[in-house]
T-cell receptor
């Protein structure tokens, strides 16, 4: 059973460009969480999605950021008009249910660098 | 709101010495508690988790953690550290109930192991 997959692993963008980060959850997992890790900091929750639904986006910046988890295909975190402050590692995690005790399995992350 | 504090930003121990990493949490009830390890450039790997029952939890790689409700702590321990344990360690707290899978992370403790 392949783990959580994220691509690309590294992404370089210039200010004003768009960044698209993809996450394929573990097989059988329909719950996806996105986290952002700024340098020297812990992970900060961004958004929680189930198939075709955004359940909790309380950690998402109000502008430029969006996420989706379509019926088919990976979850996508999209950042429009990137700025230098968006440079960070973005991690995706998946779980088979939404219960708090459920183990979340993390992907290797996408490291975004904005020039 | 839940929160996690890891008081030690950086800890250095000699190989073979014992280790204790501190974690304090804030939560209105008995929380779900997790410890993760992150090697450079990698995602997070779950070491252990606590939900209920025995307050001393055993994890992988010889790690254990003890939940102390009176101190709101969940410290991670290992009796004898190996050079391969050098990494960053994150404590996290999860909420209970449905739609509660998102976790709140501490800022991490970086462990350096001296030969």
């Amino acid at each position: 059973n392949a783990g959580v997959m994220q691509n690309p692993r590294h992404l370089v963008r210039r200010r004003g460009q768009e960044a698209r980060l993809r996450c394929s959850p573990m097989k059988g997992h329909s719950h996806v969480y996105w986290y952002r890790q700024l340098p020297e900091e812990g992970l900060k929750f961004m958004v929680y999605l189930q198939k075709e639904n955004i359940i909790d986006e309380s950690g998402m910046p109000k502008e430029r950021f969006s996420a989706e988890f379509p019926k088919e295909g990976p979850s996508i975190l999209r950042i429009q008009q990137v700025v230098r402050g968006d440079s960070a590692a973005y991690f995706c995690a998946s779980s088979p249910s939404d219960r708090g005790e459920e183990t979340q399995y993390f992907g290797p992350g996408t490291r975004l660098l904005v020039l | 709101a839940q929160s996690v504090t890891q008081p030690d930003i950086h800890i250095t121990v000699s190989e073979g010495a014992s280790l204790e990493l501190r974690c304090n949490y804030s939560y209105g009830a008995t929380p779900y508690l997790f410890w993760y390890v992150q090697s450079p450039g990698q995602g997070l790997q779950l070491l252990l988790k606590y939900f209920s029952g025995d307050t001393l939890v055993q994890g992988i790689k010889g790690f254990e953690a003890e939940f102390k409700r009176s101190q709101s702590s969940f410290n991670l321990r290992k009796p004898s550290v190996h050079w391969s344990d050098a990494a960053e360690y994150f404590c996290a707290v999860g909420a209970k109930g449905n739609n509660a899978g998102k976790s709140t992370f501490g800022d991490g403790t970086t462990l350096t192991v001296k030969p």
